[in-house]
Structure formats: C-alpha cells, structure tokens
C-alpha cells in the first residue's frame, strides 16, 4: 500500500514545481530597421521642387518675351517716322528724346529678362541636383523590398504593357479583310507623296546578262522578287533565301526590248513590254505578243521551282494606249493619262467573269506628269507609285 502512496506524491511534486518555474524567450531580428525618417525627406524634398517649380514662372519669362517683342516692334516703327519727317529741324529733337526713353525701357525689359533667365538656370540645376540624390535615395531604400514587391509590380506594369501591344497587333490580323475574287468599286485616298528615290539608273553595257533586271515593272511576292529578264521574252524569278534564279517563258511572239511599251500622246515609258503586277491571289504578267495585234495578254504566274505560266486571258484593250496596269482581287485595271496633274482608271478585266470595261471614271490625283510603274499590294490595300522619281502611295478603298 505505501507504494502506490509514494507515486502519487513524487507526481503531485513534480508538478508544482513546475507550475512555479519562469521561461524566458530571446528575439532577434535578422532584418534592417526601414528608414521612415529618410523616406519622409524624400517625400519633403520633392515636394519642395515641385513649389518651386510652378506655372508662373514659365509664364512670367514668357510675358517678358512678349514685352520685348513689342517694345522693339514700336522702336522700329518709329525711328522709320523719324527718318521719313522732314519738320526742318521743329521736332527732330523732341522725337530722338522720345527713342532715347524707349531705348531705355528696352534696355530694362533686356536686364530683367537676363536676370529672370539666370534664376531659372540656377533653378533648373538645382531641380537636377535634387531629383540625382532622390533618385540615389530611393535605389537605396528599394534594398528594404526584401519581398520584391516593388520589382514585382515593375514586371507586372512590363507584362501588361506588351500584353495590351499584343492585343492589338491580333485585333489588326484579324480585322483584315479576305477579299474575294471579283468586280469592286475603286476608291483611292492620298496617303503619301515626295519619298524621293535617284532618278534613271542604266546597266553599263559590260554588265548585262539574261539574270539582269530590265525595265521598272517588278514586283515582290512570297519572298521572292519578279522581273523581265535582260532581253528576253521571260519571266524572271530570284528566291532571297537561296539566291537561286529560276526563269519563266511566255508565249511565243512575245513583244520585248521597248517593242510593246506603256505609252501616251507625249511619250512612252521605255522596257515596260512585261508588267509584273500582285494581288491577293498571287502574281500576274501582263504583256502582248505580235499575234495579238498588240493587245493586252494577262496571265497567272504559278508559284513554283521552276515557276509556272498558268491561265492566260485576252483582252481588246491596244497595250500603247495605256500608261501602266495593276491587279486587285483577281480584277485587272488599266490606267491612261489625262493630263499633267490627273491619270485615270479607265479600264478592268474580270477574270471570274471574263467582262471588260472601259468607263470606270476613277481619277489620280499626281505630284508629277508621269507614272512610269505602279502596282497594288495586298498586305495592306495600298497603290505603290513611282512617279518622275517619287514614291506616292494610295490606299485603296474597294466597296
């Protein structure tokens, strides 16, 4: 029995004692202290610059300026009457007094304007000191953003930032309209004009070979570049990738070497036989053979190594009666000059319908007489121009 006595009272023991002892706990904190007083000098020196740099002190140099202005417009207006008064003598002398006052008062508007001038450089420089140490004060305090919240929000801003550019571009990709193949009206509008590029350029004699580029009709399409090759009746084709030339031969008869230009009453546009022209579906060539009787022939180019003449219409439009061509939305328009400031769209051939026009009655509005190579783009809806040495650019607007 006295054993199960003892236990209880050792436990009973135990426990008091402990009930009785303190405990004691030591912190220690590994982070600086953040610098509130230094943060409120800032915040106290920037609102200091910001009071001392106010509206009116702007508006105060200017009214000076003004003052001035004026003050020198009357001393010229009347010293002119000075020089023009012929009083004999009466009252030169009272109006030289009178300049003489201006003069000085002119002369005190300067000292003023001088001294309003330096106090707003030793502002200026002042601003610039305080904005440095500012700008010192708070890299150092950004050192306490041990979470890196402020680095955290400067990516976000970032994020957003190119997060809203990409919304845009993907809204501009997907607004472009598929345009389908097919008659439309025409409407043009003067983007840009006097982008001036060097006049005539000739191939020096020694150079030339059948790879050469003859004639200003060429076009750029699916990274590749169209042209006439050097005195040949072909189509020429060279990849920008892999710098390989691949050439195209039309049809037999074909008008080449200034036979069969773009012409009008004054004058023809020299190695414009072949017409390289783009639109949505792909490239066109246009050109005329002696069998045609020198009529406009239209045919698909097919893309491909080598590149292929795909479908070919004729049309009853004579080639020398017209000044330049270009395609849009498998339609072709053909341009004729009217006058020194005005060209017009006078004629289309449809290629879904096979229907030709001749009173289409849409005018261009010109920064030179002469057109010698236009051609539209379906990237943008745009008629590039080069017109006597100007590239003019006009956005097409098809309804």
Same mark, same amino acid.
């Given at each position: 029995?006295?054993?199960?006595?003892?236990?209880?009272?050792?436990?009973l023991?135990?426990?008091?004692?402990?009930?009785?002892?303190?405990?004691?706990?030591?912190?220690?904190?590994?982070?600086?202290?953040?610098?509130?007083?230094?943060?409120?000098?800032?915040?106290?020196?920037?609102?200091?610059?910001?009071?001392?740099?106010?509206?009116?002190?702007?508006?105060?140099l200017?009214?000076?300026?003004?003052?001035?202005?004026?003050?020198?417009?009357?001393?010229?207006?009347?010293?002119?009457?000075?020089?023009?008064?012929?009083?004999?003598?009466?009252?030169?002398?009272?109006?030289?007094?009178?300049?003489?006052?201006?003069?000085?008062? +002119?002369?005190? $508007?300067?000292?003023? &304007? @001088? !001294?309003t001038?330096? /106090?707003?450089?030793i =502002?200026?420089?002042?601003?610039?000191?305080?904005?440095?140490?500012?700008?010192?004060?708070?890299?150092?305090?950004?050192?306490?953003d041990?979470?890196?919240?402020?680095?955290?929000?400067?990516? +976000?801003?970032? $994020?957003?930032?190119? &997060? @809203? !550019?990409?919304?845009? /571009?993907?809204?501009? =990709?997907?607004?472009?309209?598929?345009?389908?193949q097919?008659?439309?009206?025409?409407?043009?509008?003067?983007?840009?004009?006097?982008?001036?590029?060097?006049?005539?350029?000739?191939?020096?004699?020694?150079?030339?070979?059948t790879?050469?580029?003859?004639?200003?009709?060429?076009?750029?399409?699916?990274?590749?570049?169209?042209?006439?090759?050097?005195?040949?009746?072909a189509?020429?084709?060279?990849?920008?990738?892999?710098k390989?030339?691949?050439?195209l031969?039309?049809?037999?008869g074909?008008?080449?070497?200034?036979?069969?230009?773009?012409?009008?009453?004054?004058?023809?546009?020299?190695?414009?036989?072949?017409?390289?022209?783009?639109?949505?579906?792909?490239?066109?060539?246009?050109?005329?053979t002696?069998?045609?009787?020198?009529?406009?022939?239209?045919?698909?180019?097919e893309?491909?190594?080598?590149p292929?003449l795909?479908?070919t219409?004729?049309?009853?439009?004579?080639?020398?009666?017209?000044?330049?061509?270009?395609?849009?939305?498998?339609?072709?328009?053909?341009?004729?000059?009217?006058?020194?400031?005005?060209?017009?769209?006078?004629?289309?051939?449809?290629?879904?319908t096979g229907?030709?026009?001749?009173?289409?009655?849409?005018?261009?509005?010109?920064?030179?007489?002469?057109?010698?190579?236009?051609?539209?783009?379906?990237?943008?809806?745009?008629?590039h121009v080069?017109?006597?040495?100007?590239?003019?650019?006009?956005?097409?607007?098809?309804?």
């Amino acid at each position: 029995m006295r054993l199960y006595v003892i236990i209880p009272l050792c436990a009973l023991l135990t426990v008091t004692k402990q009930e009785h002892t303190e405990c004691t706990c030591e912190l220690n904190n590994s982070e600086r202290i953040f610098p509130h007083e230094k943060l409120r000098k800032v915040e106290s020196s920037t609102s200091d610059c910001k009071s001392n740099i106010i509206p009116q002190k702007s508006v105060e140099l200017k009214s000076l300026l003004q003052g001035l202005e004026q003050r020198l417009t009357q001393l010229s207006n009347d010293v002119l009457i000075l020089e023009k008064e012929d009083d004999r003598g009466l009252y030169g002398v009272l109006s030289l007094y009178l300049i003489e006052n201006e003069m000085n008062e +002119i002369k005190q $508007l300067i000292d003023k &304007l @001088d !001294s309003t001038t330096q /106090e707003h450089q030793i =502002l200026a420089a002042s601003a610039t000191r305080q904005l440095e140490i500012m700008k010192t004060e708070m890299k150092a305090l950004e050192k306490f953003d041990t979470m890196q919240v402020i680095k955290g929000r400067q990516t +976000i801003e970032v $994020l957003r930032t190119d &997060l @809203d !550019s990409c919304k845009k /571009e993907v809204k501009a =990709l997907t607004q472009r309209p598929q345009l389908p193949q097919g008659d439309f009206p025409i409407t043009l509008l003067l983007l840009l004009s006097l982008l001036f590029l060097p006049g005539n350029v000739y191939i020096h004699t020694s150079n030339p070979t059948t790879n050469t580029i003859q004639g200003p009709n060429n076009v750029l399409y699916g990274g590749a570049l169209y042209y006439n090759c050097y005195n040949r009746d072909a189509v020429c084709r060279f990849d920008l990738t892999t710098k390989h030339i691949t050439t195209l031969e039309l049809h037999q008869g074909t008008r080449y070497n200034s036979k069969a230009n773009f012409c009008h009453l004054e004058e023809c546009y020299p190695y414009t036989d072949l017409d390289l022209a783009t639109d949505e579906s792909g490239v066109w060539v246009v050109f005329t053979t002696s069998l045609d009787f020198g009529n406009m022939i239209l045919s698909k180019v097919e893309e491909g190594e080598p590149p292929a003449l795909g479908k070919t219409w004729q049309t009853s439009v004579y080639k020398q009666a017209v000044t330049n061509t270009f395609m849009a939305c498998g339609v072709l328009y053909a341009t004729r000059y009217v006058n020194q400031e005005l060209e017009e769209i006078f004629y289309s051939f449809n290629t879904v319908t096979g229907k030709e026009r001749f009173n289409l009655g849409i005018f261009i509005s010109k920064i030179s007489p002469n057109i010698q190579a236009l051609n539209y783009s379906p990237v943008d809806q745009t008629l590039h121009v080069y017109s006597d040495s100007n590239m003019v650019y006009y956005k097409v607007i098809l309804e």
